[in-house]
């Protein structure tokens, strides 16, 4: 399943890829915005969609905010979750590759629905390489996220 969330700055862009989405018949679930609102908050958006992704290895998440930044900031606090920021698609396919990203956070304010959408396409058929150097990292993340202080 893929989880999708936006603020009121990635709220259009959202609502574009749900159409895009649909006709590529993708399975995805809108976790919010429902409607746009300049008073809303990225963190609740994030934490929405990284937690869904969180509870298996099959699920996706993509969240829109102005930057990207914030949601990727906010999504990265749920364990499991490994979100980054991409602006093209060479680093969504780089991040699923290399570390396995589950969450993928687009700056909506940066992107049209075209270059927005190659990344998405990017980020959800690109596959995780499962190099011993790639499985170590990734372990060495999930200790982080286990640790404390």
């Given at each position: 399943?893929?989880?999708?969330?936006?603020?009121?700055?990635?709220?259009?862009?959202?609502?574009?890829?749900?159409?895009?989405?649909?006709?590529a018949?993708?399975?995805?679930?809108?976790?919010?915005?429902?409607?746009?609102?300049?008073?809303?908050?990225?963190?609740?958006?994030?934490?929405?969609?990284?937690?869904?992704?969180?509870?298996?290895?099959?699920?996706?998440?993509?969240?829109?905010?102005?930057?990207?930044?914030?949601?990727?900031?906010?999504?990265?606090?749920?364990?499991?979750?490994?979100?980054?920021?991409?602006?093209?698609?060479?680093?969504?396919?780089?991040?699923?590759?290399?570390?396995?990203?589950?969450?993928?956070?687009?700056?909506?304010?940066?992107?049209?629905?075209?270059?927005?959408?190659?990344?998405?396409?990017?980020?959800?058929?690109?596959?995780?390489?499962?190099?011993?150097?790639?499985?170590?990292?990734?372990?060495?993340?999930?200790?982080?996220?286990?640790a404390?202080?």
């Open positions: 399943m893929i989880y999708i969330g936006a603020d009121h700055g990635g709220f259009k862009l959202k609502e574009q890829l749900k159409r895009r989405l649909r006709t018949k993708l399975p995805f679930k809108d976790l919010g915005a429902h409607r746009l609102d300049a008073t809303d908050d990225y963190p609740l958006f994030a934490a929405r969609v990284a937690r869904a992704v969180s509870r298996s290895d099959k699920h996706r998440g993509i969240l829109l905010c102005r930057s990207g930044v914030g949601v990727s900031v906010a999504a990265n606090k749920i364990r499991g979750v490994r979100a980054t920021v991409a602006s093209d698609s060479w680093m969504a396919a780089r991040a699923r590759r290399d570390d396995n990203i589950n969450v993928l956070a687009l700056p909506a304010d940066r992107l049209t629905i075209g270059a927005a959408w190659k990344i998405v396409r990017a980020f959800l058929t690109t596959k995780f390489r499962n190099a011993a150097r790639d499985r170590r990292r990734i372990r060495q993340i999930k200790a982080l996220e286990h404390k202080g």
